[in-house]
C-alpha cells in the first residue's frame, strides 16, 4: 500500500510540475536598433511585422503548446560592441531560447559568434549581407530575409541584362554595399553586359558630385544601353541628385531596388523605371498577405511595408519550428529547421539547409505613379521565383 501511495504521489508531483512548466513562457529576443540611426524605421517595422506574425501564427492566442512567448526587446543602438553585450545578455542573464536580428549588416556581423559562444539560435532579419550566412557564419544562424544575391540577382533579370548593357554601380562602403555589387556582378556573368565603374561611399554620404562625374565618365562614350545601379540602403537621396545632374544628357539610365513606402514618393522622378524588390503589399496573393494588409492597415492607418513582412516571415519560421520541435534544445531545433518550409506574406520560403539562408522569391516591378497615391507605385511586371535564382551557398553546414 505504501508503494503505492509513494507511486501516486510521485505521479502528482510529475503531473504539477508539468503544469507549471507548461505555463512557463517561451522567451525571444527581439535585438534591434532603435535609437541612433535612420534605420530606425527598419527596425520597428520588423518589430510590429514580428508581434503580427507572432499573432497569426498563434490564432491570436500568442501561446504555443500551451506556453505563452515573451518577446525582450533589446536595443543595440547600431553600435557592434553594444548589439555583441545586448545578445550575451538575452542568451545568458534572460535565458531567451532563440533571438532575433538584427537591422544593420554591419552590426549584425558581431552578433555571428555570441551566438556560437553560447550554441542558441540567432535568426537574422532584417540584415541583408550575403557574408551574414557566409563562411564566417556557424550553424547556430539562420537567416530570414533576403540577401544581397537575391536583391541583386533579381535586379540583374529585371534589366534583362546582354551585350548591349553597360553599368556603373554605386553601393555604400560596409558589407551590405560590397557584397551586393559583388553579387550584381556575379549576376552579370555570362550574358555579355559590362560594369564599367564601381563606386562606393561612406554611410550617410550626401554629396554624390565627384562619384556621379566619375561614373558620367565611364559611361558616355559607351555603345548601347549605359545604366548607373544604385544599391544604397540609407539616405542621402543619391537617385535625386544624380537626376538633378541631368545624366540623360548622355543617355545615362538610373536603376535601382524598390524602398520603404517614406522613400518611395521619390521615385516618382523615375516613372516608367524597372527594378526588383523584396516585397510590396500589393505585389503577392496568398492567405497570409491578406491578413497582413487587411490587419495593418484597419490598425495603423497604412499598409504594411517590406520589413514588416520581413518581421512577420521571421515569426511565422519561429512558430513552425517551436509548433513541430519535439522538444526545445538547440540542436533539436537546428535539426527541425533544416530544410523547413513555411508561408508567409511573400509566399513560401526554405530555410537551405547547407548556409540556413531562407530561399524566397522576388518582385520585378515598373514605376507606375498616379496623382492619387502619395508614393510611387511599384506595380508587378512579375513574381521572380526563387528557382529562378542561382543563389550562392555561404557555407556548407554538412562540410
Known sequence: MNIIKRLVATFAVSVAATAVYAQDPIKIALIHGLSGSSFEAFSKQAQ????????????GTNEINGRPIELIIKDTQF???????????????DEVLLAVGATSSGVT????????????ILIVEPAVADSLTGPDSNRYVFKTSRNSSMDMQAQALA????????VATLAEDYAFGHDGIAAFKSALDGTGAQVVAEEYVPQGATDFTAVAERMFNALKDKEGRKVILI???????????????DPSRYDIEISMGGHILPVLPTYKRFPGMEGAVYYYYEAFENPVNEWLVKEHEARFDTPPDFFTAGGMSAALAVVKALKEAPDYETETLIETMEGMSWDTPKGSMTFRPEDHQALQDMLHFKIRVDEGVDWAIPEKVRIIPADEMDIPVGRDNNG
Open 79 to 93: 553600435k557592434p560592441d553594444v548589439a555583441r553585450a545586448v545578445l550575451a545578455e538575452a542568451y545568458g542573464d
Open 159 to 166: 534589366l534583362q541584362p546582354d551585350e548591349n548593357l553597360v
Open 231 to 245: 544599391y544604397i540602403a540609407g539616405g542621402g537621396d543619391a537617385p535625386g541628385k544624380i537626376q538633378a545632374m
Open 48 to 59: 510590429t511585422g514580428f508581434e503580427m506574425g507572432i499573432e497569426y501564427g498563434t490564432d
Open 109 to 120: 556581423v558581431g552578433m555571428l559568434p555570441i551566438a556560437e559562444e553560447y550554441e542558441k
